[in-house]
């Protein structure tokens, strides 16, 4: 049998980071991952552990697998291997909407496009 020993505040710790990872609020975290605030807050408030399927709604309002979520050590939320602006660009990118997302993509595909005077 495989022990995990996760607390419940190793979970809110991480939420906690995700969300300010992502410049969200747990409402906004609440809407992304189709959870009623009051679960988010349950977990938070009264220190209860997720079930499964909270958790990975969760990780996909994120945009994370249930195993991204869990890896603590080795899955840093800092990419090291981009620029600081990369970084932040990065950073904000995950902080829009679905909807916004399309249209940021669609706006950087006709930047790439335009030719440059010179």
Request: with cysteine.
């Given at each position: 049998?495989i022990?995990?020993?996760?607390?419940?505040?190793d979970?809110?710790?991480?939420?906690?980071?995700?969300?300010?990872f992502?410049?969200?609020?747990?409402?906004r975290?609440?809407?992304?991952a189709?959870?009623?605030?009051?679960?988010l807050?349950?977990?938070f408030?009264?220190?209860?552990?997720?079930?499964?399927?909270?958790?990975?709604?969760?990780?996909?309002?994120?945009?994370?697998?249930?195993?991204e979520?869990?890896?603590f050590?080795?899955?840093?939320l800092?990419n090291?291997?981009i620029?600081?602006e990369?970084?932040?660009?990065?950073n904000?990118?995950?902080?829009?909407?679905?909807?916004?997302k399309?249209i940021l993509?669609?706006?950087?595909?006709?930047?790439?496009t335009?030719?440059?005077?010179?």
């Amino acid at each position: 049998m495989i022990s995990l020993d996760i607390t419940i505040d190793d979970i809110i710790n991480r939420i906690n980071e995700l969300l300010e990872f992502n410049g969200w609020s747990v409402y906004r975290l609440a809407k992304e991952a189709d959870l009623p605030p009051s679960s988010l807050n349950n977990i938070f408030n009264r220190k209860t552990f997720p079930s499964i399927p909270t958790l990975q709604k969760i990780c996909n309002g994120f945009e994370i697998s249930l195993s991204e979520f869990f890896n603590f050590e080795t899955k840093p939320l800092r990419n090291y291997d981009i620029s600081e602006e990369e970084q932040r660009f990065n950073n904000l990118y995950r902080g829009l909407s679905k909807r916004k997302k399309e249209i940021l993509m669609a706006y950087a595909k006709g930047l790439s496009t335009v030719t440059r005077k010179e």
